[in-house]
């Protein structure tokens, strides 16, 4: 009871349903019915009806008897579902295969990408969260409160949480003016608690993210639209030495004391200004 498609489907629900329903009502039908009628309009529904198993040929009465659907339904539904569960099953173990191949390809070094790997728009959620999740030993992330609404917190939330349970050692910095944020403050409470570091500065930066100290993710100067994926040992090595400087510099963010708030605040002001 297989080969149901959404065509077989949509005869059903308009017309087929409602013949059943007729059928039901009237104890049968007989074969000299003209509502199934070779040449009738209903002899689709009729005939799909028969396929099903729902309309049910008593040769000495010569009526076509209704079936319980119940019945008949699993017969159609179940193969459906296990196809379903087979598709999802090979649909998952083709993605293992690809992220393979993925990996490889990232990691390996002269590959014909070169040392700058463009990367634009939609493409770059997903490039990002594939090189968090190659990290074996650190992070380091610097992030300007710009952009970092609650959804693409929740994203970073899970891709971070993933990398320090493996035992990835995370840095982030953030602007002062995260402390303002309740979303951030629970981003920052859910990763520090598994072993993460964050920081906040009064000074503007762009957004950067390291992997392992042999990548690092930067913007485009065209902007959020595109990145940039930096494989080059002397850039990586400049762009690490840029941020642990800046780091250094830095407050950690869960210094709650009176005095180092106050410092936080006087320095967002002078950076307002």
């Known amino acids: 009871m297989t080969g149901f498609g959404p065509g077989d489907r949509a005869l059903f629900e308009a017309e087929a349903t409602a013949l059943y329903e007729t059928a039901v009502a009237a104890g049968g039908l007989p074969t000299d019915d ?24 008593d040769e ?8 319980d659907p119940t019945t008949v339904q699993s017969r159609v539904v179940s193969p459906m579902s296990q196809e379903g569960a087979e598709l999802l099953t090979e649909s998952s173990q083709w993605a293992t295969a690809f ?8 990691r390996t070094p002269g590959s014909d990408r ?24 650190e992070l380091l992330t610097a992030q300007p409160q710009t952009g970092r609404n609650a ?15 493996r035992g990835v050692h995370m840095r982030t910095l953030y602007q002062h003016s995260a402390r303002r944020s309740s979303i951030t403050h629970k981003y920052v409470a859910s990763v520090t608690a598994r072993g993460a570091e964050v920081r906040t500065l009064d ?15 930067i913007p485009s100067h ?38 180092m708030m106050r410092q936080v605040a006087a320095e967002q002001r002078a950076m307002t200004i």
Request: no cysteine; net charge neutral; proline share 6%.
């Open 99 to 106: 992220s393979g191949l993925a990996q490889t390809w990232r």
């Open 222 to 259: 065209e902007g959020d639209g595109a990145a940039l994926a930096i494989r080059e040992p002397s850039l990586v090595a400049y762009l690490v030495d840029i941020f642990e400087r800046t780091w250094e510099r830095a407050r950690p963010f869960s210094n709650r004391e009176t005095t």
């Open 60 to 67: 000495e009465t010569e009526t076509w008897f209704p079936v």
């Open 151 to 165: 959804t693409s917190l929740a994203a970073a939330a899970v891709r971070d949480l993933a990398a320090l349970e």
């Open 203 to 217: 000074e503007f930066f762009k957004r950067m993210i390291v992997v392992d100290r042999r990548v690092v993710v």
């Open 114 to 137: 070169g040392p700058i790997t463009e990367v634009r728009g939609d493409a770059i959620g997903p490039y990002i969260t594939s090189l968090v999740a190659d990290a074996e030993k």
């Open 34 to 57: 003209p509502r199934i009628h070779p040449r009738s309009a209903l002899r689709p529904a009729f005939e799909l009806l028969q396929r099903l198993g729902l309309l049910m040929l």
